[in-house]
């Protein structure tokens, strides 16, 4: 048979092949993708005697051997207490990764010319960041005397590809003080950002709330959270889980631990993810 007779049949099975690859069905044969994630609240490189020491926390998160990390409390340029220095960027150059910043606070230089003074949080990925956003998200400013609840940025946002797999990174710190007023409207606002977004979705950060606070019910409704059920601070002697890893029903959590180290004054929490197909 002439290649011109076989070629309509040709076009035929290609159209086949191609939406048979593209079905549900296709997806879910395709084999899952692991994923090592992390959440690390890093105290602006100091660790649980409140000494800075960021070859301390590189090395402990070095050790973790993680796909991707979220990190809180991070300075850029912020002050005396991390020696003015960017910390994001040095951990992201030490461990050889990407890395997005999402400052909460940005301030003028203390002198003319000089880098804004920063803090917030940040992603480190060992994948190629193809987007990222800094959100905002309701806020009681540590800056203000007299704060009022306003929006103000420090929500981060990446999407970084898995082996071809897109998936949205967000990490997070929600407020610290007892009443949870305002974290209530945080994880509001935080359900509604990641909302827009579909696929496989991965929520790091520091909650300052129990598992079992309500305030976070609304988010357990969504998500999963991927334990281990250990607690995470104070970093010495923990007694609290504050620190979590939540995933999406595209993302499954094979196990999750929480290392023994002092870096900080927070433990980190290390969860192996399986990506589901797309």
Do not use: C
């Amino acid at each position: 048979m002439s290649l011109r007779r076989r070629l309509p049949q040709l076009l035929l099975t290609t159209a086949l092949l191609g939406a048979l690859l593209g079905s549900p069905a296709a997806a879910a044969s395709r084999p899952p993708v692991p994923l090592r994630v992390v959440t690390y609240n890093v105290h602006a490189g100091a660790g649980a005697d409140n000494v800075f020491d960021l070859d301390r926390q590189t090395a402990e998160l070095r050790s973790l051997e993680a796909d991707v990390i979220g990190l809180q409390e991070v300075d850029r340029h912020w002050g005396a207490r991390s020696e003015w220095r960017d910390l994001a960027g040095e951990l992201a150059e030490r461990l050889g990764m990407y890395v997005f910043f999402a400052p909460i606070y940005s301030l003028d230089p203390a002198e003319p010319g000089g880098p804004r003074a920063e803090y917030g949080v940040a992603v480190l990925s060992r994948y190629r960041i193809l987007s990222a956003e800094n959100h905002e998200i309701t806020r009681l400013s540590t800056q203000d005397p007299n704060p009022a609840p306003a929006p103000a940025p420090g929500f981060g946002e990446v999407v970084v590809r898995v082996k071809g797999q897109p998936v949205h990174v967000y990490v997070t710190h929600l407020d610290y003080r007892p009443d949870p007023a305002v974290r209530v409207a945080q994880v509001a606002d935080t359900r509604r950002i990641m909302a827009e977004d579909r696929g496989p979705k991965v929520l790091l950060g520091d909650f300052n709330a129990e598992p079992g606070a309500p305030e976070l019910a609304p988010l357990w409704a969504e998500l999963t959270d991927a334990g281990p059920g250990a607690p995470t601070f104070p970093a010495q002697d923990p007694v609290k889980r504050i620190d979590y890893v939540a995933v999406s029903k595209a993302a499954q959590v094979r196990r999750a631990w929480v290392p023994e180290s002092v870096a900080s004054d927070h433990r980190a929490v290390v969860a192996d993810l399986v990506l589901r197909g797309r």
